[in-house]
């Protein structure tokens, strides 16, 4: 299947700081790239969805100011965690969708701990 | 909000058959029923899925009942590595389209 990498894989940083994360789509060009937010031991929660070249659609209750996505070009969104905070730790994962198959792709995560 | 249900947990005994249910009576007709897994601290994992047809690939089998409004998961011989929380979805087969996870199935699979 196609390949979607983030980086870095971990991440910690102090309260305070802006954090940011990287998905890469490696073998396929990505129309649309989604966000999601997974805390232990509960579901994917679906952040926001951007397309190339255009702003990003938020989900409900989630602050675009706070959690900044860039979709600048086909194989690559960045997630800027500004300001953060300990509640923000969590594991973070994006996906993608694009190329000849009719499927999204997920990537392999990014657990943030904000101490 | 997920459109599906699904058991909060299953057992199953390495080398059998692992068969997760999943109940989606709200189902429209061009919804299609997805199925991907999540190992623990790994991103999902696409399985397979299908429109109203049984499928079938390398990694397992979908039963869906002739009222849509029902689906098996089948994996076939599952093993160790086979552990992992199991969502299934219902969603249009438009790829661009968003995934909204319920909270799975979470599958053990006993020594």
């Known amino acids: 299947g196609a390949v979607v990498s983030q980086h870095p894989s971990w991440v910690i940083c102090k309260s305070g700081t802006s954090v940011k994360i990287e998905c890469r789509s490696l073998d396929f060009q990505a129309t649309t790239m989604f966000w999601y937010r997974q805390f232990p031991k509960q579901s994917l929660m679906l952040m926001a969805t951007?397309?190339?070249?255009?702003?990003?659609?938020?989900e409900q209750g989630v602050e675009k100011d706070k959690f900044l996505i860039n979709h600048a070009s086909l194989t690559l969104s960045t997630l800027t965690v500004t300001s953060a905070h300990p509640e923000d730790s969590s594991f973070y994962i994006c996906?993608?969708?694009?190329?000849?198959?009719?499927?999204?792709?997920f990537g392999p995560g990014t657990r943030l701990t904000v101490l | 909000d997920a459109k599906t249900t699904q058991p909060t947990s299953m057992d199953c005994a390495e080398g059998r058959a692992a068969n997760l249910p999943c109940n989606h009576s709200?189902?429209?007709?061009?919804?299609?029923v997805y199925w991907y897994r999540q190992i623990h601290s790994q991103g999902p994992q696409y399985i397979i899925h299908g429109l109203k047809n049984n499928e079938t690939n390398e990694m397992a089998s979908l039963i869906i009942t002739e009222d849509r409004k029902s689906s098996t998961l089948i994996l076939p011989h599952a093993t160790l590595r086979d552990t992992a929380v199991y969502y299934c979805?219902?969603?249009?087969?438009?790829?661009?389209?968003?995934?909204?996870f319920g909270k799975g199935t979470r599958l053990h699979i006993l020594p």
């Open positions: 979805i219902v969603r249009p087969l438009n790829r661009d389209d968003k995934i909204i």
């Open positions: 951007s397309n190339e070249g255009s702003k990003a659609t938020y």
């Open positions: 709200t189902i429209s007709g061009n919804e299609y």
């Open positions: 996906s993608a969708s694009g190329g000849s198959r009719n499927e999204q792709f």
